[in-house]
């Protein structure tokens, strides 16, 4: 059974940086293109971005696009999301979500396993 676990989350000024992990167990992460999603109070969940396999193949929503970086680390089993120049909106709970397929999506469908989710608090 594979599991994802975030961390990193927290309270954090406008302005400021927050590293966001995913610790994937169970399976070798390198079998999984990897996605983070978010979802914001009384909002549905929204695509954040996603990386490929082995790492080069990267996907970033217009509205993170230029302050989040994906990477990851399969040595570690591990995927961050590092997030710059937060915004009051970038408010939410951030989830990893990993997929089978070798191509990357920002669709949730496409994704088989999902984590609890780690809080995002950006104050203004």
């Known amino acids: 059974q594979v599991q994802l676990v975030e961390s990193g989350g927290g309270l954090v000024q406008a302005g400021g940086s927050l590293r966001l992990s995913c610790a994937v167990s169970?399976?070798?992460?390198?079998?999984?293109?990897m996605g983070w999603f978010r979802q914001a109070p009384g909002k549905e969940r929204e695509f954040v971005g996603a990386?490929?396999?082995?790492?080069?193949?990267?996907l970033y929503a217009d509205s993170v696009k230029g302050r989040f970086t994906i990477s990851r680390d399969n040595s570690r089993n591990t995927v961050y999301l590092q997030m710059n120049s937060l915004k009051f909106e970038d408010t939410a709970v951030y989830y990893c979500?990993?997929?089978?397929?070798?191509?990357?999506?920002?669709?949730?469908?496409?994704?088989?396993?999902w984590g609890q989710g780690t809080q995002v608090t950006v104050s203004s």
């Open positions: 990386i490929s396999r082995g790492g080069s193949n990267t």
């Open positions: 169970g399976r070798t992460s390198s079998s999984y293109a």
């Open positions: 979500a990993a997929s089978w397929s070798s191509l990357i999506s920002a669709q949730e469908p496409s994704y088989d396993y």
